[in-house]
C-alpha cells in the first residue's frame, strides 16, 4: 500500500493550470526524487500536500482515510507529514537548539525532548553550533537545521524542496549521505532536486513533472533514456 | 560572550535554567531600579503634586507602550488601533468614578442633566462596585479584541491590512463615542470626579497613591511580560514573527497563539486606561483619535521594539518631551514628533536601544550570553 496517494489533482492559479490530474503514489521506505523544468508544477505540488494550497479537485490521500487536502497545516504536520521548505525556513532570531525544540513539536513530553534533540543535532551534525542564533548560521548549515526541524518530529512523511540548492559539491555529498540514513521502512521521503548527479545518488525512484502533468515515472535510467524527458530537459 | 559559547561545545542537553527571566535581562533590571527609586522619591520627599501626577501619567504611557511591544516586538502585528482599548478601560473607569460620585453626594453627573436624564442607564448598575468595575474594563477589552482578532486571525489578514483595519475599528468607536445618546458623555466625554474610594481626588495622598499604583502595575506588567516571552510561549511568538507559515507547518495552529497575546495585550492597554482617567480627571472620544493610537506605535518605534524596556524608554521620552515642549510651544510639537520619527528611522533603525551601545548582546533574545 502507498504511504502516500495523491489522486487526480487539479491547481489552478486565477487562469494559471499548474497541476492537471496530477496523481501520484509514494510507498513507504522509498526516497522518490521529483523533478521538471522550472514551472513544472513541483513547489506546488509540495504546498498541495503541506496544505498550503488547496486544490480545485482532487485529494492526497495518507494511509486509507484521511485526505490531506481537506487539513490545516498544523493538522497535516501533527499527522506525521513534514516539509523542508526551499528557501531555507529556520527562526532567525531562535537559536539552533530553540529551533530543533519548535520542531519536534508541542505533544514530545518534556522528558524526551532533550534526548531527542541531541539525537537530531548529531545527525545533522550541529552540535557545536547549538547555541548559536540560526539567523547566524552558514547557508548549508540552515539546509541541515531545516532538515533537522523536519526530523524532530519523527514524520511519516519528509518532503524535501531543493535541499542542495546553493550548496558546495562537499556540503551535497554530506546531505545525500544525510538523506540516505534517513530512509527507513515505515518512512517515505520525497525529493524535490534539479542536480541529477544527486538524484541520481539519493533516489529509488524519479518522477518528471512537466507543465503540471506527469512525464515519467520509474528508474533514473529510465529517465536519462526517455525520448520525451530528454525533450523537456534539453528544450525545445 | 555569545561568541563563547559558539565556539566551545557545551552540553546539549541541558536546558538551560529560565527562572526568574526578567533577572537575565540588564535593561529591565535597571527598569525594575528606576520605578522603585521613583516609588521612593514618591515616598520620602513628596515632590510637588505637578511632578508626582506627571510621573504617574509617565507610568501609564510606558504599560501603554509595553502591551503594544508585546504583540508588535514579539508577534510582527502592528494594531495601530489600540486607543480603543484604552479608551475602553478610561471608559468603564469614569464610570465608576462616576457612578460612585452619584451615589455618594446625590448630584447626577453633567451629561445626564444636559439630556435631561433623572438617573444614569441602566447598563451603569453595579459600577460602584471597584472590583467589578475594574473586572468589567478587563473583560469588555478582552471580549472586544477577541472578536475582532478572531475574525482577523482565522481569515489571516496579516501585516499591513491588520494594522488599516484596526485603524478602522478605532476610528469608528470615536465617531460612536462622539454621539450623545450613547449615556456615556458623548462628545463632552466625562468630567468632574471628586471621589476615588471616597477619598477628596486632588488630595496629596490620592494624587501620590495614583502615582504608586500606576509604578506598581507598570512593574509588574514588565515582569509578567518578559516571564511570557523568556519562555516556550515567547519563542513560538517570535517563530511565527519570522515565518508564521513554517510554524504551522511544523504541527502548531498559530491562530490560537496570536488571538491569546493579541487579547493579552488589549487587557493591558486597558488596565493602562483604567489608571489614566482618575489622574487626568476627564475621558472624552478624544482619545479614540487615530493619530492618538498612532503615536503608541511611534513611542515603541522609538524606544526600540521587541525588548519591552525600549517601548518604557520610548513612551516616558517621547510623553517628558511632550509634556514640556507642547507646553512651550505646542505648535510646533506635530513637527517635533515627525522629525523624531524620522531620524530615529533613519539613523537608528532599533530605536534608541541602539544608544550608548545599550545592546551589549547582538541576540537581545537571549537572556544568558554565556551560558
Keep these: 500500500m502507498s504511504a502516500l496517494l495523491v489522486d487526480k489533482l487539479d491547481v489552478v492559479f486565477g487562469r494559471f493550470r499548474a497541476l492537471t490530474a496530477l496523481s501520484l503514489a509514494v510507498d513507504a521506505g522509498e526516497v522518490r526524487a521529483v523533478i521538471g523544468p522550472n514551472g513544472a508544477g513541483k513547489t506546488t505540488l509540495l504546498d498541495v500536500i503541506s496544505g498550503i494550497t488547496k486544490p480545485l479537485r482532487g485529494r492526497v490521500m495518507l494511509g486509507d482515510s484521511l485526505d490531506l487536502a481537506k487539513c490545516s497545516e498544523a493538522g497535516i504536520a501533527k499527522a506525521g507529514v513534514r516539509r523542508k521548505f526551499q528557501k531555507p525556513s529556520v527562526f532567525p532570531a531562535l537559536t539552533v537548539y530553540e529551533n530543533l525544540d519548535i520542531g519536534c513539536g508541542a505533544g514530545l513530553p518534556a522528558s524526551e525532548r532533550a534526548a531527542r534533540i541531541g539525537a537530531v543535532l548529531g545527525e545533522i551534525g550541529l552540535e557545536p553550533r547549538a547555541h548559536a542564533l540560526a539567523g547566524a548560521l552558514a547557508h548549508g548549515e540552515k539546509q541541515w537545521l531545516e532538515i533537522g526541524m523536519v526530523l524532530g518530529s519523527n514524520p511519516r512523511i519528509i518532503l524535501l524542496d531543493e535541499p542542495v540548492a546553493g550548496l558546495s559539491d562537499a556540503e551535497t555529498e554530506r546531505t545525500a549521505a544525510l538523506i540516505r540514513a534517513l530512509r527507513r521502512p515505515d518512512r517515505a521521503i520525497v525529493v524535490i532536486e534539479h542536480d541529477m548527479a544527486f538524484v541520481e545518488a539519493i533516489a529509488d525512484r524519479v518522477t518528471v513533472l512537466h507543465e503540471g502533468r506527469t512525464l515519467y515515472e520509474g528508474g533514473m535510467r529510465g529517465a536519462r533514456a526517455d525520448a520525451r524527458v530528454i525533450e523537456v530537459f534539453l528544450g525545445r | ?371
Design chain 2, 1 to 371: 560572550m555569545s561568541g563563547a559559547a559558539d565556539s566551545l561545545p557545551s552540553p546539549v542537553n541541558a536546558r538551560p535554567r529560565r527562572s526568574a527571566a526578567w533577572l537575565h535581562e540588564p535593561l529591565l533590571v535597571g527598569i525594575l531600579l528606576l520605578i522603585l527609586a521613583a516609588c521612593l522619591v514618591l515616598v520620602g520627599l513628596k515632590p510637588a503634586p505637578y511632578v508626582v501626577n506627571t510621573i504617574g501619567q509617565l507610568a501609564v504611557f510606558a504599560i501603554l507602550a509595553v502591551s503594544l511591544d508585546l504583540i508588535w516586538g514579539y508577534l510582527g502585528i502592528l494594531s495601530l488601533g489600540h486607543g480603543l482599548f484604552f479608551a475602553i478601560g478610561g471608559y468603564v473607569c469614569a464610570m465608576h468614578l462616576l457612578s460612585h460620585a452619584f451615589s455618594a453626594t446625590g448630584v447626577a453627573p453633567d451629561f445626564v442633566q444636559f439630556m435631561g436624564w433623572k438617573t444614569l442607564p441602566a447598563y451603569w448598575a453595579g459600577l460602584t462596585n471597584a472590583p467589578y468595575a475594574l473586572f468589567l474594563a478587563m473583560a469588555l477589552s478582552g471580549a472586544v479584541a477577541f472578536v475582532f482578532g478572531f475574525a482577523s486571525f482565522r481569515s489571516r489578514v496579516n501585516g499591513v491590512y491588520f494594522s488599516i483595519i484596526s485603524q478602522a475599528l478605532v476610528y469608528v468607536a470615536m465617531l460612536l463615542m462622539f454621539r450623545n445618546d450613547t449615556g456615556l458623555g458623548g462628545n463632552n466625554g466625562m468630567t468632574g470626579f471628586p471621589l476615588l474610594f471616597g477619598y477628596p481626588m486632588g488630595s496629596a495622598a490620592v494624587t501620590t497613591g495614583l502615582a504608586l499604583a500606576s509604578l506598581g502595575a507598570l512593574a509588574a506588567v514588565l515582569v509578567g511580560t518578559r516571564a511570557l516571552v523568556a519562555g516556550r510561549i515567547g519563542r513560538r511568538m517570535l517563530a511565527c514573527r519570522d515565518d508564521e507559515t513554517r510554524l504551522r507547518t511544523l504541527g502548531y495552529g498559530t491562530t490560537r497563539l496570536k488571538l491569546g497575546i493579541w487579547c493579552l495585550s488589549a487587557m493591558i492597554a486597558a488596565l493602562a486606561g483604567v489608571l489614566y482617567v482618575p489622574q487626568v480627571g476627564i475621558i472624552n472620544p478624544r482619545v479614540l483619535a487615530p493619530d492618538l493610537s498612532i503615536e503608541i506605535a511611534v513611542w515603541v518605534a522609538i524606544g526600540g521594539m521587541g525588548r519591552l524596556g525600549g517601548a518604557v524608554i520610548g513612551a516616558v521620552a517621547v510623553n517628558a518631551l511632550k509634556f514640556w515642549l507642547s507646553a512651550a510651544m505646542p505648535e510646533a510639537w506635530p513637527f517635533i514628533l515627525s522629525g523624531l520619527v524620522l531620524v530615529v528611522v533613519l539613523a537608528l533603525p532599533n530605536g534608541l536601544l541602539d544608544f550608548a551601545s545599550l545592546r551589549t548582546k547582538p541576540t537581545w533574545l537571549r537572556n544568558g550570553g554565556g551560558r
